[in-house]
């Protein structure tokens, strides 16, 4: 099966590419791809930027050019529910955006004609719940916006909204709406870097990266080693 993954930032990736084995990279078009295998499938590992027009060309390059059987979105996200702490993991059973509306007849969040809220594969969903992993890890609703929360004003904004949102991020509601047009397969594998609002919160998102960062992304190299060489 060919797995097209997805990392917002560099230092995403770095910790994805030390996943594989017989690694190498290839330049299509804007983006560079890192490939190699880990079980029986290949993985298309690329880097698309921040916020949510990047991660939507990056998403559709990818599905274009090297037609994955299943994306995965993986990364970090800020975490706005107790349920979810500090290096936990949610594994999204739907993704919505946080800062779109479109009038009257729409859902807050929804873009017109589309479904209000992007529901990941149910399948890839139970494998991630189901992992043998010593780091919880919790489905539920991502919601993403063009906004790194910093306020708590934000975060209870956001919360009111969607009540049962798990984390807050930038980019699996553009992936997942270009998936769900692709007919493509697609989960958000988020680990939780930090608490928006929390007192020293941009220092725990930096402690996150100097000390947490390698232990939470082996939920990653889990996740990925016990999926089959196909999901039909």
């Given at each position: 099966?060919?797995?097209g993954?997805?990392a917002?930032?560099?230092?995403e990736?770095?910790?994805?590419?030390?996943?594989?084995?017989e690694?190498?990279?290839?330049?299509?078009?804007?983006f560079?791809?890192?490939?190699?295998?880990?079980?029986g499938?290949t993985?298309?590992i690329?880097?698309?930027?921040?916020g949510?027009?990047n991660?939507?060309?990056?998403?559709s390059e990818?599905?274009a050019?090297?037609q994955?059987?299943?994306?995965?979105?993986?990364?970090?996200?800020?975490?706005i529910d107790?349920?979810?702490g500090?290096m936990?993991?949610?594994?999204?059973?739907?993704?919505?955006?946080?800062?779109?509306w479109?009038?009257?007849?729409?859902?807050y969040?929804?873009?017109?004609?589309?479904?209000?809220?992007?529901?990941c594969?149910e399948?890839?969903?139970?494998?991630?719940v189901?992992?043998?992993?010593?780091v919880?890890?919790?489905?539920?609703l991502i919601?993403?916006?063009?906004k790194?929360?910093?306020?708590?004003?934000?975060?209870?904004?956001?919360?009111?909204?969607?009540?049962e949102?798990?984390?807050?991020?930038m980019e699996s509601?553009?992936i997942?709406?270009?998936?769900h047009l692709?007919r493509?397969?697609?989960?958000?594998?988020?680990i939780?870097?930090?608490?928006p609002?929390?007192?020293?919160?941009?220092q725990q998102?930096e402690?996150?990266?100097?000390?947490?960062?390698?232990?939470?992304?082996?939920?990653?190299?889990t996740?990925?080693?016990s999926?089959?060489?196909s999901?039909?």
């Amino acid at each position: 099966m060919k797995i097209g993954i997805i990392a917002a930032m560099a230092s995403e990736r770095e910790q994805l590419t030390r996943l594989v084995a017989e690694m190498r990279k290839e330049r299509h078009g804007l983006f560079e791809y890192t490939i190699g295998q880990l079980g029986g499938n290949t993985l298309y590992i690329m880097e698309c930027g921040i916020g949510k027009v990047n991660a939507a060309v990056g998403a559709s390059e990818l599905t274009a050019r090297m037609q994955p059987d299943v994306v995965v979105s993986t990364g970090v996200a800020g975490g706005i529910d107790a349920k979810a702490g500090v290096m936990e993991v949610v594994a999204a059973s739907e993704v919505v955006y946080h800062d779109v509306w479109c009038g009257m007849g729409n859902v807050y969040g929804q873009i017109q004609g589309l479904p209000p809220r992007f529901t990941c594969d149910e399948r890839l969903v139970r494998k991630a719940v189901s992992l043998p992993s010593s780091v919880p890890v919790h489905a539920g609703l991502i919601c993403t916006g063009d906004k790194f929360i910093t306020e708590r004003g934000e975060l209870d904004a956001i919360k009111a909204e969607f009540p049962e949102g798990l984390a807050v991020d930038m980019e699996s509601a553009a992936i997942a709406q270009v998936c769900h047009l692709y007919r493509v397969p697609f989960i958000s594998f988020r680990i939780i870097s930090d608490t928006p609002g929390a007192d020293a919160h941009w220092q725990q998102y930096e402690n996150f990266w100097e000390t947490m960062a390698d232990r939470s992304f082996g939920v990653v190299r889990t996740f990925l080693e016990s999926l089959p060489s196909s999901l039909s």
